[in-house]
């Protein structure tokens, strides 16, 4: 599966973004999905998760509240809506996934990961 992230950019605090995850190669639908990020001179964390069908999601909390998970298994696509947006929330952020086809936070247990696409959180 090839994975190619996209929709980061600069945005004021409180702002909205849309990150959207395009794959391609093997069947999309057979594979949960996952978003991570890492922010400069941390470790890559976990922001959230669906699985295969879309029917059961998972979140950091710190993206509880403000952050929206979804995919489109005809589209080969799966999205994070950002709301609220935080300086905090600066990080490259990352779209995974996994042929376990059950959410999971683990990013070990990812086994094919996008390329990133930086979010940057103006205050």
């Known amino acids: 599966v090839q994975l190619q992230a996209s929709g980061g950019g600069l945005v004021q605090a409180g702002g909205s973004l849309r990150l959207s995850c395009a794959a391609a190669?093997?069947?999309?639908?057979?594979?949960?999905m996952g978003w991570f990020r890492r922010a400069p001179g941390k470790e890559r964390e976990f922001v959230a998760a669906?699985?295969?069908?879309?029917?059961?999601?998972n979140y950091a909390d710190f993206a509880k509240g403000r952050f929206t998970i979804s995919r489109d298994n005809a589209q080969n696509t799966v999205n994070l809506q950002m709301n609220s947006l935080k300086p905090e929330d600066t990080a490259v952020y990352y779209c995974?996934?996994?042929?376990?086809?059950?959410?999971?936070?683990?990013?070990?247990?990812?086994?094919?990961w996008g390329q990133g696409t930086q979010v940057t959180v103006s205050s």
């Open positions: 669906i699985s295969s069908s879309g029917g059961s999601t």
């Open positions: 190669g093997r069947t999309f639908s057979g594979y949960a």
């Open positions: 995974a996934a996994t042929r376990w086809g059950i959410v999971t936070t683990r990013d070990l247990r990812y086994d094919y």
